[in-house]
């Protein structure tokens, strides 16, 4: 089997991806066109905005504004979060940990907590792949199906599963009493998915004192943690941020040996972005890229997205990229794919049946 075809069929575990950065091209252009039409934005210049490839980390904040016009509105956040979660599970992703912004929009009626209804909902709504998630009923695991598929025999297709759990992101915008009320929320919602927070947003923008308060708010109240670290160079936010010893950090660009030195101390498992971090220049080339010296150390980590619709990519593709890149042969790839059950944010008994599905896999793909 090809190597790429090979990655596709690979069970995968996505602990690093946002919900509006993972919507498809078609979906934006279809909500661009619906507001063009109602005159909110001129359809042209965000067609041209859309597809355009290849982006700058500042270009890319301002397309998230963008995106954030197209899809505010409960309807259309439920619609993506259903579609993102199907793109995933075709991928063979087994287990999607999905973050996004709780967002208010008074012209909507939109509240943070109404906002992740909306993705709830979302979850709720996908009927082309079995979902299992947590419901407030009972707090066990419950899968959640559309009609069941026939063959053309009239017996059942064995339909894909995919484990969906949340993170609430705290914007970097966001004052401290806003990233109060994100965690705060995000307790209010331990029973339906919701297994920890994010810190991300424009690395340029805010203070870390500002989130700080909410960060340990989230660590007293039992809620793992996990931060866009280094992103840019910033030596003091970036040993404070391993100061607070968070469960995982995302990208980890800019850090330099003595910060290296402590988070391979701590073990602290790095979510790593190979084809963000060169579409947004935080690398000149995949060679120089951390993955190999962490990989080498055998530092914890996983292979991530990040964006998938923003940078045009699949957790397939950046297993593909990694094997080729650093030259690991599938067994290695089937490894490391295993590996990330350990880091997500979720309980044994569901990491024990991740361990099942490779399990299963290995006798197909390593022979
Ligand atoms: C930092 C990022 C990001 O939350 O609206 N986001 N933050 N670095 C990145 N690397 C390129 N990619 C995405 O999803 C979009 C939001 O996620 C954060 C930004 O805050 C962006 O607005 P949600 O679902």
Known sequence: MELMEWCRELPKIELHAHLNGSVRDSTLLELAKVLGEKGVIVFADVAHVIMKNGRSLPECFMLFDLFHILTTDHQTVTRITKEVIE?????????????????????????????????????????????????????????????????????????????????????????????????????????FGVVGIDLSGNPVIGEWETFLPALKHAK???????????????????????????????????????????????????????????????????????????????????????DSGLFSTTLSNEYYLAASTFGLNKSEIFVLARSAIQYAFVDDEVKEELTKVFDDAEKRLIS
């Open 87 to 191: 793109d995933f599970a075709a991928e063979n992703v087994v287990y999607l940990e999905l973050r996004t912004t709780p967002k208010k929009n008074e012209a909507k009626g939109m509240t943070k907590r109404s906002y992740m209804e909306a993705v709830i909902d979302g979850i709720k709504a996908v009927d082309s792949v079995d979902v299992a998630f947590v419901t407030s009923d009972t707090s066990k695991l419950m899968t959640c199906s559309g009609s069941i598929p026939v063959n053309g025999t009239g017996s059942p297709i064995k339909r894909k599963k995919i484990y969906v759990r949340l993170l609430l992101s705290i914007d970097r915008r966001e004052t401290t009493a806003a990233a109060m009320e994100t965690v705060n929320l995000a307790m209010d919602l331990k029973d």
């Open 220 to 306: 007293e109240l039992g809620l793992p943690i996990t931060l866009h670290c280094a992103e840019v160079p910033n030596k003091k936010e970036i040993q404070a941020m391993l100061d607070i010893h968070p469960q995982r950090i995302g990208h980890a660009c800019f850090l330099e040996d003595e910060e290296w030195r402590k988070a391979k101390f701590l073990k602290i498992p790095v979510e790593i972005c190979l084809t963000s971090n060169i579409r947004t220049e935080r690398l000149s080339s995949l060679h120089n890229h951390h993955f190999a010296d962490l990989y080498k150390a055998k530092h914890p980590l996983s292979l991530c997205t990040d």
